[in-house]
């Protein structure tokens, strides 16, 4: 997509963005800019919002002023390298991510920052470069004890003392192997046994408890979880919800 097709979208878009999510935005930049990661090569920036407090004598949600900014380089290398992306989905992705950045600015939130670690965090561990092991348990929060991070939902369960995991997902339980390597924390990425209409991934973690990997010796002596990974499939629990 050319930049003035895509400067065209970005501003139709924000455009249908009801009046009162927009107010204390200043405008909606669109740059030719091409913005990558400082520290991970290969991500780049679609957006941000640079959020500002005017001086004032009363300190409050009038005096924060925002303007977001799309940078239309970004999105050409990102979609240089994926045949499958979908420029108008990820413009408005990205336009209501940076808005509610600022959103959460005039209510003195950062939850969106946690979920920004746990991103990041979770692209490290696609990358195979090192990751912190909790980083999905700063992601968004969902029912029955589900995190979600981008398009992968996590589910955190105690290593189980013997037999195959169970899990529950869209009301209807599954069982995986549980991997026989030693480990503290084992992420298993699901690749098989979802019913094929599942829009996002699924990874259950199997974290041991703290008292069978030391944990206050091991904190104390500064020591980290062993971390594995293990692609699996699920299997239905007699195909029907449980």
């Known amino acids: 997509m050319d930049f003035r097709t895509f400067e065209a979208r970005a501003r139709r878009l924000w455009e249908e963005i009801p009046d009162e999510y927009r107010a204390g935005v200043d405008g909606l930049t669109v740059s030719r800019e091409r913005v990558s990661h400082p520290d991970t090569p290969g991500v780049y920036t679609l957006g941000e919002c640079l ?59 950062d939850a969106l920052e946690g979920v920004d670690y746990a991103a990041d965090q979770e692209f490290r561990r696609f990358d195979g470069t090192s990751f912190e092991a909790f980083y999905y348990r700063s992601g968004e929060p969902l029912p029955d004890g589900w995190y979600a991070v981008e398009r992968t939902r996590y589910l955190e369960l105690e290593w189980p003392a013997r037999g195959p995991v169970r899990f529950r997902l869209d009301g209807r339980s599954y069982d995986a192997e549980v991997p026989a390597q030693p480990a503290d924390v084992a992420f298993l990425d699901v690749v098989a046994g979802l019913p094929e209409e599942t829009a996002f991934d699924v990874t259950v973690v199997l974290v041991r408890s703290p008292s069978r990997w030391g944990g206050l010796r091991r904190l104390l002596r500064g020591e980290t979880p062993r971390v594995i990974e293990v692609e699996i499939e699920a299997r239905a629990v007699n195909g029907a919800a449980r």
Request: proline residues 3%; hydrophobic residues 35%; without cysteine.
């Open 51 to 109: 959020t500002e407090s005017y001086p004032s004598e009363w300190e409050g949600p009038d005096t924060l002023r925002s303007r977001l900014v799309l940078y239309h380089g970004s999105f050409r290398a990102l979609a240089a390298r994926d045949a499958s992306f979908r420029w108008e989905d990820e413009l408005w992705e990205t336009l209501t991510h940076e808005l509610r950045h600022h959103l959460e600015s005039l209510a003195a939130e």
